[in-house]
């Protein structure tokens, strides 16, 4: 069976799966926007010590989540070859409201607002049933093939 654009855009993130912070994707607009879901593993090595007997996810793990998803929406636009060694560089007026849980599925959209040469500027949020968790606006760089 063919894999959906949907499967194809998220194969082509660079991460092995110890560091993926998505599990799929549920919606997709390439060069425009998307959706994905994380769930969040009872038994992942960063719990342990993120807080022992309180286990939360870290913020930072849901930024890139959201780094990720942006990444992937960028990288998917038909009328913009991909950039080689595109990486999150900037991270800019990141709000946290609250934590997320193991077991919790993690909701992640993201936004692209914004595209300079080898930059593209991004916003998101993270999410769990609806309640927003992190809002977050990002700058991706890489380079042009």
């Known amino acids: 069976m063919e894999p959906s654009p ?17 599990d799929r994707l549920i919606r997709l607009d390439p060069g425009h926007s998307g959706a994905g879901e994380y769930v969040i593993p009872p038994n992942a090595p960063y719990l342990k010590g993120h807080f022992p007997g309180n286990p939360l996810m870290p913020a930072v793990l849901m930024i890139e989540a959201v780094a990720q998803l942006a990444g992937t929406v960028a990288q998917s636009d038909p009328a913009i070859r991909p950039l080689l060694n595109l990486r999150l560089t900037a991270v800019r007026a ?20 914004g595209r300079l040469g080898d930059l593209v500027q991004a916003r998101g949020t993270a999410s769990v049933n609806g309640r927003v968790l992190l809002e977050v606006d990002l700058v991706l760089a890489g380079e042009t093939p």
């Open 6 to 22: 949907t499967d194809r855009a998220l194969d082509a993130l660079p991460h092995g799966p110890e560091f993926r912070f998505l």
């Open 94 to 113: 990141a709000k946290i409201f609250g934590p997320a849980v193991p077991g919790q599925t993690l909701e992640v959209a993201a936004q692209i607002a």
